[in-house]
């Protein structure tokens, strides 16, 4: 069984759309994240929820609007899409001060 | 602020040598310590952690790592790699409070190829 699942696994859209990557956990973990890892592989926090609530929330356009609806999903929602925001979204998870989980990934490719 | 520096961006070894990836890290106190590995396509599978106690840490798949905090290094090893080991190997720290607390801070990777 899928631990930490994404969906979908690949998303192509045009400049100016919206759209949505949800993720859910399997694992009863009570935290959340989400990482964006660009084209060179650097990887990097975007959010993080525990339980339902807001704790890391980096320096992320507002575009970028995640929403926890209970502890064991986390949405990511983003408009008016760029060329820029191209790149695989990571959701993760894991109890708190423990390692985290990661998802298989979201690759997002505007055109 | 926390950072994580991975001197090696691509490193190839022959099956069976041994192996060592370096991970330097800045952190203003003892920070959690991770390697991750992702293999194309995948997410990261966490290899190993370090929180306190013994420096020296096990992981899977044969993998070790080792906290040197006189010189800020948490540098994985592994004795006699095989081919399936080829992949990207990702160093992270963690903060253990505070208000990054649960944020992970990743170096920038370094790509292991494997000849046979």
């Known amino acids: 069984d899928t631990a930490v699942s994404q969906t979908p696994k690949y998303l192509v859209t045009q400049m100016g759309n919206d759209k949505s990557i949800k993720c859910e956990q399997n694992?009863?973990?009570?935290?959340m994240y989400w990482y964006k890892q660009d084209s060179k592989k650097f990887l990097k926090i975007m959010f993080s929820?525990?339980?339902?609530?807001?704790?890391i929330n980096e320096t992320v356009p507002n575009r970028f609007s995640p929403k926890s609806p209970d502890k064991a999903h986390l949405n990511l929602h983003i408009n008016s899409l760029e060329l820029g925001d191209s790149a695989v979204y990571f959701c993760a998870s894991s109890r708190t001060g423990q390692p985290q989980h990661f998802g298989d990934g979201t690759r997002l490719s505007i055109l | 602020a926390q950072s994580v520096t991975q001197p090696d961006i691509h490193i190839t070894v022959s099956e069976g040598a041994s192996l060592e990836l370096r991970c330097n890290y800045s952190y203003g106190a003892t920070p959690y310590l991770f390697w991750y590995v992702q293999s194309p396509g995948q997410g990261l599978q966490l290899l190993l952690k370090y929180f306190s106690g013994d420096t020296l840490v096990q992981g899977i798949k044969g993998f070790e790592a080792e906290f040197k905090r006189s010189q800020s290094s948490f540098n994985l090893r592994k004795p006699s790699v095989h081919w399936s080991d080829a992949a990207e190997y990702f160093c992270?720290?963690?903060?253990?409070?505070?208000?990054?607390?649960?944020?992970?801070?990743f170096g920038q990777g370094t790509i292991l190829t494997v000849h046979p």
């Open positions: 992270a720290v963690g903060a253990p409070g505070g208000t990054s607390y649960g944020k992970l801070t």
């Open positions: 929820y525990n339980n339902k609530e807001l704790i």
């Open positions: 694992l009863g973990h009570d935290t």
